[in-house]
T-cell receptor, first 114, second 114 residues
Framework: GAVVSQHPSRVICKSGTSVKIECRSLDFQATTMFWYRQFPKQSLMLMATSNEGSKATYEQGVEKDKFLINHASLTLSTLTVTSAHPEDSSFYIC??????????FGSGTRLTVV | AQSVTQPDIHITVSEGASLELRCNYSYGATPYLFWYVQSPGQGLQLLLKYFSGDTLVQGIKGFEAEFKRSQSSFNLRKPSVHWSDAAEYFCAVGDYNQGGKLIFGQGTELSVKP
């Protein structure tokens, strides 16, 4: 199969702190992973494409210094929300692409900044 | 530019009735098309995908979709809806084989009446 594990599933943090979200491909190697953000009752908006061993590619309007992406291995990408503020509260979902399986999504992380 | 349109934000059907969710896309090359389902607070589950070949695609949970190039559509259908089908449905287009990003439609919320 093609399984993607995302942790944590829920996190509450104080305003001004940083939060790291992990996305792991459990049974395959993913040279490319994708990070999405979803507001309540809305669609998924692509934030960035994470490339193993190189810099992430950010979509227009996404602050790369705020949303740090690291793809240090073929099975792990991390998204760090730096100096989080309440407006960063959202549902974050990662995805990995495996040939012949399509895009597989993690279960998402609900971030609440208080 | 790639785009996906799901004209219906919310649809309500009676249990046992048939269902069709609409999806139109704009894509410069041969599209790779997907339908995903999302339950509240959860990640996305792949229902079916179209890469090439037979334009009628069978998926999980009794869903099917038909690719119509002339209409730029990829509508999702199910002959008899079950209460457990109530969820958010997303159509997406992507350049899968090139490791490309996935673009989502706005989503259609399905409610099922007893």
């Amino acid at each position: 199969g093609a399984v993607v594990s995302q942790h944590p599933s829920r996190v509450i943090c104080k305003s001004g702190t940083s939060v790291k979200i992990e996305c792991r491909s459990l049974d395959f190697q993913a040279t490319t992973m994708f990070w999405y953000r979803q507001f309540p009752k809305q669609s998924l908006m692509l934030m960035a494409t994470s490339n193993e061993g190189s810099k992430a590619t950010y979509e227009q309007g996404v602050e790369k210094d705020k949303f740090l992406i690291n793809h240090a291995s073929l099975t792990l990408s991390t998204l760090t929300v730096t100096s989080a503020h309440p407006e960063d509260s959202s549902f974050y979902i990662c995805s990995a692409n495996r040939k012949n399986y399509g895009y597989t999504f993690g279960s998402g992380t609900r971030l609440t900044v208080v | 530019a790639q785009s996906v349109t799901q004209p219906d934000i919310h649809i309500t059907v009676s249990e046992g009735a048939s269902l069709e969710l609409r999806c139109n896309y704009s894509y410069g090359a041969t599209p790779y098309l997907f339908w995903y389902v999302q339950s509240p607070g959860q990640g996305l589950q792949l229902l079916l995908k179209y890469f090439s070949g037979d334009t009628l695609v069978q998926g999980i949970k009794g869903f099917e979709a038909e690719f119509k190039r002339s209409q730029s559509s990829f509508n999702l259908r199910k002959p008899s809806v079950h209460w457990s089908d109530a969820a958010e449905y997303f159509c997406a287009v992507g350049d899968y084989n090139q490791g490309g990003k996935l673009i989502f439609g706005q989503g259609t919320e399905l409610s099922v009446k007893p």
